[in-house]
Nanobody
């Protein structure tokens, strides 16, 4: 069984910073794309950022220049550095990964349980 566990959420004032971490554990052969989504109250889940195994990144326009996604393949971990946070960034943040467990020809989409980020004064 494979699981993703997020950490690093919390309450921060506008303009502040947080760093989210997400570590995968279990029977893992390889992890391809990893990333972060978020879901605010009453809204649909939306993509925040993704990163390929080789380090190619993609960001939603709303976070470009403020958020940075990175990963450590040896640790099966993805990070999200969030700077200049705004109240509109308040949401539950979920990490995901495309993970091969038994065969490199078969990847499962695995999700974390979510971590709350609240931006408020």
């Amino acid at each position: 069984q494979v699981q993703l566990v997020e950490s690093g959420g919390g309450l921060v004032q506008p303009g502040g910073s947080l760093r989210l971490s997400c570590a995968a554990s279990g029977s893992i052969l390889r992890i391809n794309t990893m990333g972060w989504y978020r879901q605010a109250p009453g809204k649909q889940r939306e993509l925040v950022a993704t990163i390929t195994r080789g380090g190619y990144t993609n960001y939603d326009d709303s976070v470009k220049g403020r958020f940075t996604i990175s990963r450590e393949n040896a640790k099966n971990t993805v990070y999200l550095q969030m700077n200049s946070l705004e109240p509109e960034d308040t949401a539950v943040y979920y990490c995901f990964g495309a993970i091969a467990t038994t065969s490199l020809n078969n990847y499962l989409e695995v999700w974390g349980q979510g971590t709350q980020v609240t931006v408020s004064s």
